[in-house]
């Protein structure tokens, strides 16, 4: 049984949870403080992802991406390299699909910090990074997590966007979504089983972890 597809998403995941965190929680940060029809804006256009199929997404990203588009083109023609149709290109779609459930549960978790102990912060001579990485960051530190594991678990199993831009390619672009549906229209049930039942048991240990990890703060 050749384990590069588990291999591959793994670090695709990782890779693209990584980006999430810091993307995701600076423009919670950010947005969460800006007026409210601002505010309003830029929340469904960050949200959209969320609603839109991930096919959909996938082709936007070609469009953009592509070889022969704006952007792809350019890294194709300057420095030979190809956007799409490569491992990591898959880190593009995932982080474009989970971004949302990242900015979205930090937004709301960062609304609901009190306003009155970043102002007494503030008055301390505090600046504004400090009270971020020292003060709202540890306080907010349960519900940022379930936002990272949210998006972990969903960039394991995502398959839409990421047939669409990166294909598949054994050994190379190969994940378990999309080898679960290449053995499935080869009629490999048996194989498909097994890589569905590895896909249930990684996000049952990584949810179950973060229970864990909840019960345990809450017993602090």
């Not at 669409?164 to 080869?186: C, D, F, H, N």
Request: hydrophobic share 50%; aromatic share 14%.
């Amino acid at each position: 049984m050749d384990l590069y597809p588990l291999y591959n998403s793994v670090r695709i995941a990782l890779i693209s949870t990584a980006i999430i965190f810091f993307v995701g929680t600076a423009a919670a940060y950010y947005i969460s403080r800006l007026p409210r029809v601002l505010k309003g804006i830029l929340d469904v256009i960050l949200t959209i992802p969320l609603v839109l199929p991930p096919t959909v997404i996938g082709y936007l990203l070609l469009r953009i991406l592509g070889p022969n588009r704006a952007i792809g083109g350019f890294f194709m023609d300057y420095f030979d390299l190809r956007l799409t149709m490569n491992w990591w290109s898959t880190v593009f779609a995932t982080t474009v699909v989970c971004f949302p459930l990242m900015y979205r549960t930090c937004r709301g978790i960062f609304e609901s910090f009190d306003e009155n102990i970043i102002h007494a912060a503030k008055t301390l001579g505090l600046c504004n990074t400090f009270i971020f990485w020292r003060l709202l960051l540890p306080v907010c530190k349960s519900g940022i997590m379930a936002g990272l594991v949210l998006s972990f678990t969903r960039a394991l199993g995502e398959y839409g966007a990421t047939s669409m831009v990166s294909g598949y390619i054994p050994k190379e672009t190969a994940t378990i979504s999309t080898t679960v549906y290449q053995l499935w229209r080869t009629e490999n049930d048996a194989l498909a089983v097994k890589w569905v039942i590895i896909n249930l048991l990684i996000s049952f240990a990584v949810l179950m972890f973060m229970n864990l990890i909840e019960k345990h703060r809450k017993k602090i």
